[in-house]
Structure formats: C-alpha cells, structure tokens
C-alpha cells in the first residue's frame, strides 16, 4: 500500500512539473527583434564614445546623488510610480551620454535634459503598443546605460 501511495505521489508531483513546465513555457516572451530592441538609440542623438577612454584632464567628478538640488522637477516621476524603473533606465541613459558628450563630470553634466527621456519613452510606448512602460520595454536601455556608465567613470575618475 505505501509503495502505491508513494507511486501516485510521484506520478502526481511528475504531472505538475509538466504542467508548470508548459505553463511557463507558454508565457515566456519571444525573442525581441534586434532591429526593435535598438531602435531606442534612433531617438536620441548619436555620441561619440572615444576609443581609448581616458580621464578627463581637471575632471572634478560629483556623484549624481549630490546634485539632488538639480534634479529636473519630472524626475519625482522616475522615483516611484508605475513607469518608475522604466523612466529611471531612460534617465539613466540620457545622463550618461551627456557627461559624455559634455566632458562635465560635475552637475551640470549629470543632471540632464527632462524632455529627452519624455521623447524616448513616448516613442517605446508607441512602438511597444503600450500606455506604461515597464522594465521588459527598457532592459536594453538599461544595459547601454550601464555599459557607457563605465566609460564616463573612467573619464571622471570617480563613481557616477
């Protein structure tokens, strides 16, 4: 009897892993098209990003915390709220590129342009098909933010 019992377990357990398995086979999203997935970066301008990162001479590099005093007023949209972590990508992508393009480490260079990240995110919802962008629409937003983020630290010296 416990031999069957632990047989109708198993078979039972091996019947809800199916299940789950295709359950969340059927959920998982396609393959963003590439083409789709950098047209973001059509939005914004190009920048020049140099070939051999070097510090900037008489860089004085602030931290973009510090520059809270600066902070566009539509930034409190980045800080919480549904679209919260997708606008932060976006922030993210356009200050960067300005420190870049700027060679300002300091605030002025960090605190950027509120109207570029509202021109990005009304083209990603328009493209996406959607009224609230989340982080799926901004994940590879996020990881050029992040890749150009090492550039303008090594051009500042410092953290961003």
């Not at 083409?35 to 140099?50: G, R, T």
């Not at 590099?61 to 997708?86: K, M």
């Not at 570029?116 to 009224?131: I, K, N, W």
């Amino acid at each position: 009897m416990a031999k069957h019992v632990k047989a109708q377990i198993v078979g039972g357990a091996l019947v809800l892993i199916g299940v789950f398995s295709t359950a969340l086979g059927a959920e998982t999203l396609a393959p963003p098209d590439a083409v789709q997935e950098e047209a973001f970066l059509d939005v914004l301008p190009k920048v020049e990003v140099p070939e051999n990162v070097q510090l900037i001479p008489g860089a004085v590099n602030e931290e973009f915390r510090n520059c809270e005093s600066s902070w566009p007023a539509s930034y409190a949209l980045a800080r919480s709220g549904p679209e919260a972590r997708a606008l932060r990508d976006i922030y993210g992508l356009v200050r960067v590129r300005n420190v870049i393009e700027t060679q300002n480490c300091g605030c002025a260079g960090k605190v950027a342009n509120w109207e570029d990240v509202e021109v990005v995110a009304a083209a990603l919802r328009e493209q996406y098909g959607v009224e609230k962008l989340s982080w799926q629409q901004t994940e590879a937003i996020a990881e050029e933010a992040a890749a150009l983020t090492a550039v303008a630290e090594t051009m500042c010296g410092g953290s961003f």
